[in-house]
């Protein structure tokens, strides 16, 4: 299905088709722009989470205070992924088929 456009002209009114579509080429590189951005910090949080569970692998068993900042730390991270959302489906498991 092809979509036709019609263009009208009134004499004495200028023609805004180029600064619309500028427009809207804009306000699309903007979206991917965003959907960019929002794609890294949830690889940001994921990356976070990785490395301080590979910390915690290492040292074993942290002190109170240290499991208070891990904590802490996972908190703002989960915050963050919260406010950003599923980017990347990431979150979200397939449905299984069949």
């Known amino acids: 299905m092809t979509t036709s456009e019609i263009h009208i002209h009134i004499h004495g009114l200028p023609d805004h088709t180029a600064q619309l579509n500028r ?3 804009n306000m ?10 929002k794609a890294a910090v949830v690889d940001m949080a994921s990356d976070v989470n990785a490395k301080l569970d590979q910390l915690i692998a290492e040292l074993g ?3 109170p205070e240290a499991q208070a900042l891990v904590d802490d730390i996972k908190a703002s991270v ?4 919260e406010r950003v959302g599923d980017a990347d489906g990431s979150d979200t498991t397939p449905p299984v088929e069949g």
């Open 61 to 63: 068993t942290l002190s």
């Open 28 to 37: 699309a590189t903007a979206v991917e722009v965003l959907a960019e951005v």
């Open 78 to 81: 989960a915050s963050v992924d």
């Open 23 to 25: 427009m809207e080429q």
